[in-house]
């Protein structure tokens, strides 16, 4: 689910998931129905998975699309199927979720015991960034182009996550337009992500990582509380 950034309402996705940002699946939008008439509802995407990927999940299991933390509504495992439903809010403020035949970046939520191979990503998409570079040398160079206010969370060797994808930050320029940060991929990411299709000129997902969230919390001026009475405490 999509959650703004900076003194908003996070809206937190229902199972309150976790996921580590390395891609398991590509999918792709295979059909896409309006939940009513009205341009405040929102879409349910019928989304193909590659064969046996949903073998050990199950209805109401959280899933990442392309970064943003969904709920499985319904599956067909003949098909390779499974259905999630979108507000309208998340619809407006995320990419790459309203094109029949997109390819998709799928990540099944994090089990205890396994390993953290990325980083800590909470699926919740806290803004987009606008793609101004992607090219081929001796490694993939991503170039993205983020709001400053997005800005201020990125550092050099620091992580971001890019459509679902954990990636570390190779360089950050500020600039008054917003913030430009690189991203080196080697062949496998590229070729086993979604990120494959992109180009430049196109919308991405990002989430920042969430220590920076703390760092800033603790940078803040310090405000006096009152301790929590117990009435408060029942309520």
Request: hydrophobic content about 40%; overall charge negative.
């Amino acid at each position: 689910m999509f959650s703004p950034v900076a003194g908003s309402l996070r809206k937190p996705c229902e199972n309150s998931a976790m996921f580590t940002g390395i891609i398991t699946g590509v999918g792709r939008i295979a059909a896409l129905h309006a939940l009513g008439t009205s341009l405040h509802h929102g879409k349910r995407l019928h989304i193909e998975a590659p064969p046996g990927y949903l073998d050990d999940v199950g209805l109401g299991d959280s899933i990442a699309i392309n970064g943003a933390c969904m709920t499985m509504t319904s599956l067909d495992l003949c098909q390779h199927q499974f259905t999630i439903d979108i507000i309208a809010e998340s619809l407006a403020r995320t990419n790459g979720l309203t094109e029949i035949g997109h390819r998709l970046s799928l990540e099944k939520a994090l089990r205890a015991n396994y390993r953290l191979n990325g980083h800590i990503v909470s699926g919740h998409v806290d803004g987009t960034g606008r793609v101004t570079r992607f090219e081929q040398g001796e490694s993939w160079e991503l170039w993205v182009m983020a709001s400053p206010e997005l800005g201020k969370y990125l550092a050099y060797k620091g992580s971001i996550t890019v459509n679902g994808v954990s990636l570390t930050v190779n360089s950050v320029e500020d600039s008054p337009a917003g913030c430009t940060f690189s991203i080196n991929l080697i062949p496998h990411t590229v070729y086993n992500t979604a990120l494959g299709a992109v180009t430049a000129g196109a919308m991405v997902n990002l989430e920042i990582d969430t220590v920076a969230r703390y760092v800033e919390r603790m940078l803040q001026p310090s405000q006096q509380s009152h301790p929590i009475s117990a009435q408060e405490s029942a309520a």
